[in-house]
Nanobody, 124 residues
């Protein structure tokens, strides 16, 4: 059974940083692309960043470009999302997702497995 467990969320002040982690169990972490999505209260889930299975390709949402970095350590079956210069509008539950294919992807329907999410709250 494939499981994804996120960690690293929390409360941070505007301008601060957080690093989210997502560890995959039940499947080789190097076998698929991974992505981060977020969902704020009353809003739809939206794409944040994605990375290919070998780490060679990354894509970011416009709001994440320049402030976020996605990376992965396949030996640890873990993907990371470093978030800097956080803003109150970044407040959301952040989800990691694993795709059954190696190519990076930016839409949620392209992912097969999801974590339970980790809350990020940015205070103004």
């Amino acid at each position: 059974q494939v499981q994804l467990v996120e960690s690293g969320g929390g409360l941070v002040e505007t301008g601060g940083s957080l690093r989210l982690s997502c560890t995959v169990s039940g499947r080789s972490g190097s076998s698929g692309a991974m992505g981060w999505f977020r969902q704020a209260p009353g809003k739809e889930r939206e794409f944040v960043a994605t990375i290919s299975s070998n780490g060679g390709t990354t894509y970011y949402a416009d709001f994440a470009e320049g402030r976020c970095t996605i990376s992965r350590d396949n030996a640890k079956n873990t993907v990371y999302l470093q978030m800097n210069i956080l803003r109150p509008e970044d407040t959301a539950v952040y989800y990691c997702a694993l795709r059954g294919r190696p190519l990076a992807a930016t839409t949620s329907r392209q992912y097969d497995y999801w974590g339970q999410g980790t809350q990020v709250t940015v205070s103004s």
